[in-house]
């Protein structure tokens, strides 16, 4: 039953031969482990017409609680009965194809989570399940596509790709990250994830670093430079061509993301106070960022979460050496440090 127009109100078979179809189907349709997958993923795993509603809520689940009288005084399907042809046609197809292996997704479901192979390799790397997506650098279609099969942390993930029909196509970063896990390559995942190579886990410093990198060097140098660093010619150039204004917008933004990083490494945070407490400078911290721009704009939104010792002389500024380190070893240590920001 595959109807030539779908929105067409007068194409199609009639109400008696559509509502013991939807009835049937819908019924089968309740155990389903298709029943929260877009209805448009659905049509395309069939090559057939595609769903024509957008909107994450267009879902299998949406539908298939209401009776065919419910179904068809719906606004977006009493104008456009090919619509329920088509709603039929796509869950009972998809069925036809879930049924087969239902019983053993089902029975095996948890058996199949533990030799998901995804997840064994988030293991073996001490990356956590419950690792939000939303903290992934992701593209913003990508984002959209994984809010709308409802995918919210990293198990939501592998959990999915592991279920990915062979026929459906992911492309882009979606793909690059799933193989980045799939074959622990730890050059990449620190594209997506605050994933330090050679470390076991993800990192607070890492995090916050991957909101600024997403930025251009312009504005990373301005915000380096109103930050305190003494940058070097090419990044003052650099600085000079980020306007103030877009500068300042990204500062906010940047602090909000911050905010949820630290929100979800709390014990990074907590580590970070206890090392500030045992007299290293955060600055000195964050050179595991390997970059003197980065780790001036990390240290300066990671601040306003921590607390310095009374005790504990206040960080030194880029500009100038202090006056009591200007011999001996001090000297040579400020002179290297300072070389950094060149």
Known sequence: MTPENPTSPAAGPSDDELR?????VRRAFQSSIMIDTSLSSLAQNLDGPDWPLA??????????????????????????RGRVELLITILSETQAFDEPFGDMVSENAEAANKDNPILKNMAKLGIAEDFPLSLVALLAETRDYCNLE?????????LFAQNLSQTVVVNGDFRAFLNAIS??????LTLYMPFRPGAKGLHLLEGIALAV???TDEVQASLAQRLGARLGLGDLAAAAH???????????LLSQQAAAYIEFFQSDLAALQQQIDDGEQLSRIAAVLNNPILETVVTGLLKPYLRSPVSFAPARTTAAPMDDEVSGKKRGWLASLLGLFK
């Open 20 to 24: 013991p179809a939807w009835d049937t």
């Open 55 to 80: 909107g994450s809520a267009e879902k299998p689940s949406k539908y298939i609680d209401l009776c065919y009288e419910d179904l068809v005084a719906l606004p977006e399907f009493a104008a456009h």
């Open 150 to 158: 409802n995918l919210t942390t990293l198990r939501d993930f592998a």
């Open 183 to 188: 074959h622990i390559d730890e050059a990449t």
């Open 213 to 215: 990198r997403a930025q």
């Open 242 to 252: 980020a306007s103030s204004l877009e500068t300042s917008a990204i500062e906010q």
